[in-house]
C-alpha cells in the first residue's frame, strides 16, 4: 500500500522534487535497485491471457509463467538500453507488519469467494477484475525469478526483512544510483532518489518519474524526522492511521507542531479518532533503523548470461519461444558491447571555482607591488620608478614600430 496520497501531496506542494517523462536511456550506466517481489506482483496481475477472464499465463503443466513473461522482456530491455538493474528480494516481514498481512490474506479470501460466484455466472469482466485481487507471489514464483536473474547474469539481493528498506540503504550508501519502486514507503525510508514505473508492462506506457528526497524535504519544508512523522499520520503499513486526518491535514499538523506527540498532545480526539493501538513509536524507528544486510555483503556483480540455460529454463521448461529467448540474450549481449563505453559525466569532475595560480614572473611582479615599501634614502622613488618604466615602453614601442616599417 504505501503511502496513500504522497505523491500528490508532493507533486501541489514540492514540484519541483518531480521529474516526468524521464527515457530509460537516460540511466545508461546506472545501476538501479529495484523491488522485486513487487515488479512480479505487477507483471503477475498485467500479463494475462485474453480468454476466460484473462488467466495467468501457464505453461503445458498448468505453472504461471507471468511472472517470469514480464521479467525476461523487461529487464532484457533495460539491459539492452543500459541500465544495470540489480533486484532485491524480501526476506521475513517484520512483526509490526503482520496485521496489515492478516488484512490483505481476508481480502483475497473474499475475492476468492466473489471470484467463485463470478465463475459461476460467467461474468467475464468481475473475473478480470477479481483475477487481480487474488494475485500473489508465491515463493516459487520467486525462486523461478531468480533462477531466471541468475541466468541472465544480473545481480540479486536477498534482504533479511523487507525489499524496500535494502533498497533504500543501498542507495544511501551510494552504491546503486536510485532506487526503482512503486511504493512511496520508500522515501519514507531515506531513498535519496525515487523512480517509478520503471518496471511496469509494455503495455501501461507509463512514464517515468523521478522524485528526489532531498527536494521533497526543501518543498514541504520538512524535516527528515518531520517527514517520517507525516508519512505516519497519513497512513502507512504497520498501523491503522487516525481517523480524519489525510494527506493535507498530515503536513499542516507536523508544520504548526513539529511531531506526532505534539499532534497529539493538541488535536481534538473526539474529532480525530486515535486507534486504540498506534505504535507510532515504533513504527518511527523502524523506518529510521531497519532491518537491512550490510552493503559490503551484496555483490552487485554483472555476469555474462548463459544462453544455452536460458534455454533450457525458460524454453524446454516454461513454454517460451527458443526464438525469442535466443533473441532477448543477443539484445543483452549487444549492450554489453556497447557497455563499454563510460557515460560522459565520467570524463569530468566537479571543481570549485578557485583563484588561478599566476605564473612565477606574475607572481613575483604582485609580490613586489604589493609589498611595502622598504627602501633606503636616497632610491629612486615609485614616481620615478614609473617615468623610467613609461620611458622604457615606449622606446620598446617605437623599435617595434621600426621593424615593421622596413618589413
Do not use: W
Amino acid at each position: 500500500m504505501g503511502i496513500p496520497g504522497l505523491t500528490k501531496l508532493i507533486a501541489d506542494n514540492a514540484p519541483e522534487a518531480i521529474k516526468e517523462g524521464e527515457d530509460i536511456k537516460n540511466f545508461f550506466g546506472r545501476l538501479i535497485a529495484i523491488d522485486a517481489s513487487q515488479s512480479l506482483y505487477q507483471f503477475i496481475v498485467a500479463v494475462r491471457t485474453d480468454d476466460h477472464g484473462g488467466e495467468h499465463l501457464t505453461n503445458s503443466v498448468g505453472e504461471t509463467t507471468s511472472h517470469l513473461q514480464g521479467l525476461f522482456y523487461r529487464t532484457v530491455k533495460m539491459l539492452s538500453n543500459g541500465l544495470k538493474p540489480v533486484f532485491v528480494f524480501d526476506g521475513k516481514a517484520p512483526d509490526l507488519k503482520a496485521d496489515e498481512l492478516a488484512r490483505r490474506k481476508k481480502r483475497r479470501e473474499d475475492a476468492e469467494q466473489q471470484k467463485e460466484k463470478a465463475i459461476d455466472e460467467g461474468d467475464v469482466e468481475m473475473i478480470k477484475k477479481l483475477n487481480k485481487r487474488t494475485s500473489k507471489v508465491t515463493p516459487q514464483m520467486n525462486e523461478d525469478a531468480k533462477t531466471l536473474l541468475r541466468l541472465l547474469g544480473v545481480p540479486i539481493v536477498e534482504a533479511p526483512f523487507e525489499a524496500e528498506a535494502q533498497c533504500a540503504v543501498l542507495c544511501k550508501a551510494l552504491k546503486v544510483y536510485a532506487v526503482a519502486s512503486e511504493d512511496m514507503d520508500s522515501l519514507t525510508l531515506g531513498t535519496p532518489l525515487l523512480i517509478r514505473n520503471l518496471t511496469y508492462s509494455e503495455a501501461r506506457k507509463a512514464p517515468l518519474m523521478e522524485i528526489s528526497m532531498d527536494k521533497v524535504l526543501t518543498g514541504l519544508n520538512l524535516t527528515m524526522d518531520q517527514f517520517i512523522d507525516m508519512c505516519i499520520l497519513i497512513g502507512c503499513d504497520y498501523s491503522s492511521k487516525i481517523k480524519g486526518i489525510g494527506p493535507k491535514r498530515a503536513l499542516e499538523f507536523i508544520k504548526k507542531y513539529g511531531s506526532i506527540e505534539k499532534v497529539l498532545a493538541n488535536i481534538d480526539k473526539s474529532k480525530y479518532i486515535v486507534p486504540e493501538v498506534f505504535p507510532f513509536e515504533e513504527i518511527r524507528e523502524y523506518f529510521k533503523n531497519p532491518g537491512v544486510a550490510s552493503v559490503e555483503d551484496c555483490n552487485l556483480s554483472f555476469t555474462e548470461p548463459n544462453e544455452e540455460g536460458l534455454v533450457e529454463f525458460l524454453s524446454k521448461n516454461k513454454g517460451f519461444a527458443e526464438d525469442r529467448v535466443r533473441s532477448g540474450v543477443a539484445k543483452v549481449k549487444a549492450a554489453k558491447l556497447k557497455g563499454t563505453q563510460t557515460r560522459i559525466t565520467n570524463f569530468f569532475q566537479v571543481v570549485k571555482p578557485s583563484t588561478p595560480t599566476p605564473s612565477p614572473k606574475k607572481a613575483a611582479s604582485s609580490q613586489k607591488t604589493k609589498t611595502p615599501s622598504t627602501k633606503k634614502p636616497g632610491t629612486p622613488t615609485s614616481k620615478t620608478s614609473t617615468a623610467t618604466a613609461q620611458k622604457r615602453n615606449a622606446q620598446t614601442s617605437l623599435k617595434n614600430s621600426s621593424k615593421k616599417v622596413k618589413k
